[in-house]
């Protein structure tokens, strides 16, 4: 179909927050290689507060949603994914306005919207073994798909499929944001913990869509 309404928007943070449960360990495993060991850990409280903020009443429309979401992510979630997953979540409601329901090309602003902010907040560029380098080229799918007259879940299964070799491609590299950064060339050989979960959440995206 054209179009997505919000609960299915809600199933995506609903199956995103089931995803980072699932896989805490393996997120934690990434970062105990070249970080602090704590993603999986704090995206798995993060995405239960937001899920749990939510089950008290879940708002009508998309900027009062994403404004919770982001807001919980930034006061659950310590260090750099917190801010940085909490603006993408505010940066999204603030594109997307007052609507209860988006077409393709208000979710793709809207996602667009979110991975600005991300950049804007953390000056993350390609190449820097970030979430940036799974969420830009899964947002290029999208739009990409969209233009060429995908359905917003057809575009989403695009954006995640390029999302997961953006994250696959941060292996080898050296990392130039973040804790990794302070390894050097020891942080080579280890996916980004952040570009995992950032395919995982347009993996998630991809699957709440299609259903
Ligand atoms: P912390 O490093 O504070 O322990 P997390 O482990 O939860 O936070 O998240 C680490 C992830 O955050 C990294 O794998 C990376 O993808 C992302 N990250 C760190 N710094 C930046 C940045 N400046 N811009 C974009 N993403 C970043
Ligand atoms: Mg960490
Ligand atoms: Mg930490």
């Known amino acids: 179909t054209a179009t997505v309404p919000l609960d299915r928007l809600v199933s995506w943070l609903g199956g995103y927050r089931d995803a980072v449960i699932e896989q805490r360990a393996y997120l934690t495993e990434l970062d105990s290689a070249i970080g602090d060991a704590d993603h999986g850990a704090n995206m798995a409280r993060g995405m239960t507060a937001v899920m749990d903020k939510l089950g008290a009443g879940v708002p009508a429309t998309a900027d009062e949603l994403f404004k919770s979401v982001g807001m ?8 750099a994914s917190g801010p940085l997953y909490g603006t ?5 409601g603030m594109s997307a306005g007052a609507i209860a329901e988006f077409d393709g090309a208000a979710l793709a602003a809207a996602l667009r919207a979110g991975l600005d902010g991300i950049v804007a907040r953390g000056k993350a560029e390609a190449g820097d073994k970030t979430m940036f380098d799974a969420l830009a080229p899964g947002l290029g799918a999208f739009d990409a798909a969209l233009a060429e007259g995908a359905s917003p879940a057809e575009a989403a299964a695009a954006a995640a499929t390029a999302a997961e070799a953006g994250r696959d491609a941060t292996k080898p590299w050296v990392a130039r944001k973040g804790r990794a950064s302070y390894l050097g060339e020891r942080s080579a050989g280890h996916l980004d913990p952040g570009a995992a979960s950032s395919a995982l959440l347009l993996r998630c995206l991809a699957d709440a869509l299609g259903s």
């Open 72 to 79: 919980t992510l930034v006061t659950s979630v310590g260090g």
């Open 88 to 92: 993408f979540f505010l940066r999204m």
